[in-house]
């Protein structure tokens, strides 16, 4: 398989889309959505809700393989965001569905709150910001602890104060994927694996996709121009790619480059805890999380419905999606998490 900031690195360097192309069958299709991670395939199922019928194509073998298996399964509040934004409502919403959905459906989930901690003085008044801020976006239950009532509840966090989010919780992501995508296969929509779309062209007024089979682009040769196996031309197109949404945008020609944001890519590390204590229980039952940083939350500890303690991500900006170059140092990363706890961990990766 190839994985897709290959495909968008192979890509960049060598494809010459043409505005009319040579000896591929063209095809029309209702809607098209790019990309099957939760996301791509959450917007499926409500498009078929709607009476569309969907195609969705992935470059990878089988659904949520890339970002939707990488996360930390957390279900947001809604705290952080910036009030009557589209993250915030989304959020706050959205939090809301999902508990419904997992609920009816006996998808594995769970609402053990999360603390997040000040580990001194100068952090109370951001603390006090977000306590406000997720106030104003409609989160409910917040409320503000004092050092021994968040260690109360958490005998080995260090803190000064924190603020308790009751709402905030963790779900199994990939069960959750597994129901949307056998609903939407219910529902007649149509999964297409293996399947890359390489770019695209303007036809009239509507965006013809040059699609690719994935083993096509991993036998390119490179030198030759890359012609595609299909042409789509969809009246609706969602770009759920992930990582990929906006260089695959920009290889639409004729689309304005203005309206594409601009892409800033972070990767982020987890460590796992390997040592607990005596009761083989983890040392926490909330999730755990610093005052925010710059491009992410900060490391945090977070729980799996197992019972796994984890600690990360870590926020490393990068200049492209396959940039694994740098890794993080473990010993600033243990320093991290040791401001909040009081526990003696030991990690494997």
């Known amino acids: 398989m190839l994985r897709q900031g290959v495909v968008d690195k192979l890509i960049k360097r ?9 000896n591929a069958p063209i095809e029309k299709a209702d809607c098209v959505v790019i990309g099957a991670g939760i996301v791509g395939v959450a ?7 709607k009476g569309k019928e969907v195609l969705v194509l992935d470059s990878a073998p089988t659904f949520g393989t890339a970002t939707s298996s990488r996360s930390s399964q957390v279900i947001h509040a809604g705290i952080y965001y910036l009030p009557n934004s589209l993250k915030a409502r989304f959020c706050v919403r959205g939090r809301h569905l999902l508990y419904q959905y ?3 459906r006996g998808i594995p989930h769970k609402q053990i709150g999360k603390l997040i901690v000040a580990t001194g003085a100068s952090e109370i008044p951001k603390l006090n910001q977000l306590f406000n801020r997720g106030i104003r976006n409609g989160v409910e239950g917040l409320r503000m602890l ?18 308790l989010s009751p709402a905030s919780g963790i779900v199994d992501s990939h069960s959750l994927m597994l129901s949307l995508v056998g609903e939407a296969e219910t529902k007649g929509i149509t999964f297409s ?15 013809a996709l040059h699609v ?4 096509t682009l991993a036998n390119w040769d490179g030198p030759t121009t890359l012609q595609p196996d299909l042409v789509l031309i969809p009246k609706l197109i969602v770009n759920s790619s992930g990582l990929s949404a906006p260089s695959l945008a920009k290889r639409f020609h004729g ?20 040592n607990s204590n005596s009761t083989g229980l983890p040392p926490f ?18 729980l799996d419905l197992d019972g796994q303690l984890k600690f990360g991500p870590d926020v490393e900006w990068i200049h492209h999606v396959p940039d694994t170059t740098s890794f993080l140092n473990r010993y600033s990363f243990l320093f991290t998490i040791q401001l909040m706890i009081n526990y003696v961990i030991y990690f494997f990766i």
């Open 285 to 302: 039952k909330h999730l755990i999380y610093p005052i925010p940083e710059e491009g992410g939350l900060g490391v945090h500890v977070t």
């Open 43 to 49: 917007v499926a199922r409500e498009l078929s809700l």
């Open 14 to 22: 060598r494809i010459h889309l043409p505005s009319k192309t040579r």
């Open 255 to 274: 689309l304005d480059t203005a309206t594409i944001p601009p892409a800033y890519y972070a990767r982020g590390s987890y460590f796992t805890l390997s």
């Open 146 to 163: 004092d050092a021994s009532e968040a260690i109360k509840m958490e005998p080995e966090l260090h803190c000064v104060k924190a603020l």
């Open 102 to 104: 997992c609920s009816q």
């Open 193 to 207: 694996y293996n399947t890359t779309v390489i770019g695209g062209h303007l036809e009239g007024n509507q965006m």
């Open 212 to 215: 690719s089979d994935t083993k």
